[in-house]
Each structure stands twice: as structure tokens, then as C-alpha cells.
């Protein structure tokens, strides 16, 4: 098995992030992250950022980037990233009612394919992550099979988040395969064995991340991202602990 390199979205983090931005960067290269994926820069200055990414080993890989500033502010925020050394630009959220709406949904597929055209013409990739609303269905079919039907691969690439797509009703390992070539980012966050399928450190729930590391090199997953919306049970810096310490226990990272 190749070596993929496993990263942190530092959303997990966000409370520590906004009290010691540089700090927290500092605690995540500590625990043996070997990448980041932003979700905001803390106010830095992009030569700033990059100079501390650099001191602490970090790679900027990829960003969360919401749609109204991808909408509004495209051109900075290629800018930006491109200053910090990042290689994708990932949409993280559409407005789930709005969604189903077939109008709205069309205005934004063409939108998306503005972004990532904009994001290849400056050596970018456009990227789309999930969450579980996408998986119910439109026309008998996805709205994530949809989203990513409509936009070519060219322009866009997923980021599939394998708790959604489990939270979503659907095989985490199959899911992946069906996307096969497109797929270069994954989320990895657990699912906890309980009524409501909440969020666990990587090792600590149901999903059975072996099989899907199994055949991660076969889909072309390039990255590990690492995350925890909520960290129930533990510290946030606990719990991305956790997370790597199992991924290292399993020879991962």
C-alpha cells in the first residue's frame, strides 16, 4: 500500500484556532500530521501563513471555501491560496433546502463550473465535499450522483466525506468506488455505535476504514483528511489525537 499522506481539517479545531491560530498549527505538526486543509486563515497574511506552514513542516493542501466568497471574492481566494501552497479549493456546503429546487440547482452547476474553470485556468482544482442531504433523491437519482454528473471532471473533483455517506444510508467503501479517478481527497471521521450514529475518532466507531484504505490507491485518493464536526466525548486536541494515533497504530500514517 502506497504511503497517503493524512492531514487535518483544522474545523475540528475552530475554538482553539480562534484563541492561538499559530499555536494550534503548531499542536497539530506536533501530534504527526503531515497536512492541513483550511477552513478560514485566521486573519494571516498569506506570506505570513506560508512562513509558518513552512517553519512547522506543514503542507497547505486544500481549503474549505464557502460559496459566497467563492461566488464573490474568487479571485482572492485563488490568490491566496495559491500563495500558501494550496492545490484545491473545496466548496464545503450548499443550502440543503434549496437544493432539490431544480432552478436554483441548475444556476448552481453552471456557477460551479465557472469556479473550477477559474481554478484550472490558475493551476487549482475545484473541489466538492458532502454531506448526508445529498443522498436523497432527485429524478431517481442522487443529488450528489447529480452534482457531480453536471459538472465535469475537469472543473470539479470530489471530496467525499465517508460519515455522511454512511450518515447519508450508503456502503462507504462502494460509494468510494463508484467515484474511481475522481476522488484524489477523503474525509475520514467515525461513526459511534449509538442511536444517532454521532461523530467518533477514526478507529473508535463502526465504519471499517481498513477495507476502505484497502482500496484507496485503486480510486486515486491522493489525501487522508481527517475531521470532527463535534468531539463529544473528548478535548478536539484529544480527539485528532486519537484519530492519528490509531491511523499510525494501523500503519496509515
Known amino acids: 500500500m502506497s504511503k497517503i499522506p493524512v ?6 479545531l475552530r ?5 492561538d491560530f499559530t499555536g494550534t498549527l503548531k499542536q497539530v505538526a506536533a501530534l504527526g500530521y503531515q ?3 483550511f ?7 498569506a506570506k505570513e501563513l506560508k512562513k509558518t506552514l513552512d517553519d512547522l513542516g506543514l503542507q497547505a493542501v486544500s481549503s474549505h471555501v464557502g460559496l459566497p466568497l467563492l461566488e ?7 490568490e491566496y491560496g495559491l500563495e500558501i501552497g494550496l492545490k484545491y479549493l473545496v466548496c464545503p456546503y450548499t443550502p440543503p433546502e434549496k437544493l ?13 463550473r465557472k469556479i473550477g474553470e477559474a481554478c484550472r485556468q490558475n493551476g487549482l482544482t475545484f473541489a466538492y465535499h458532502n454531506h448526508a442531504f445529498e443522498f436523497q433523491k432527485s429524478g431517481g437519482q442522487y443529488l450528489l450522483d447529480r452534482i457531480y454528473e453536471s459538472v465535469d471532471s475537469s472543473l470539479m473533483q470530489a471530496e467525499l466525506d465517508l460519515y455522511w455517506v454512511k450518515k447519508g444510508g450508503l456502503d462507504p467503501r462502494e460509494y468510494l468506488l463508484s467515484y474511481k479517478g475522481r476522488c484524489p481527497l477523503i474525509h475520514l471521521k467515525d461513526m459511534a455505535d449509538d442511536e444517532n450514529g454521532s461523530f467518533a475518532e477514526v478507529g473508535y466507531g463502526v465504519i471499517d476504514f481498513p477495507s476502505i484504505f484497502a482500496v484507496s490507491e485503486e480510486v486515486g485518493v491522493q489525501y487522508y483528511i481527517v475531521e470532527q464536526d463535534q468531539c463529544l466525548n473528548h478535548p478536539p486536541l484529544t480527539s485528532v489525537k486519537m484519530s492519528i494515533d490509531y491511523l499510525k497504530s ?4
Open 100 to 112: 432539490p429546487d431544480e432552478p436554483f440547482f441548475n444556476q448552481l452547476m453552471e456557477k460551479f
Open 72 to 78: 464573490n471574492e474568487l479571485e482572492q481566494q485563488i
Open 39 to 45: 477552513a478560514g486563515y485566521g486573519g494571516l497574511p
Open 7 to 12: 492531514g487535518l481539517q483544522l474545523y475540528t
Open 35 to 37: 497536512f492541513v486543509e
Open 15 to 19: 475554538d482553539l484556532m480562534k484563541d
Open 250 to 253: 494501523i500503519g496509515i500514517a
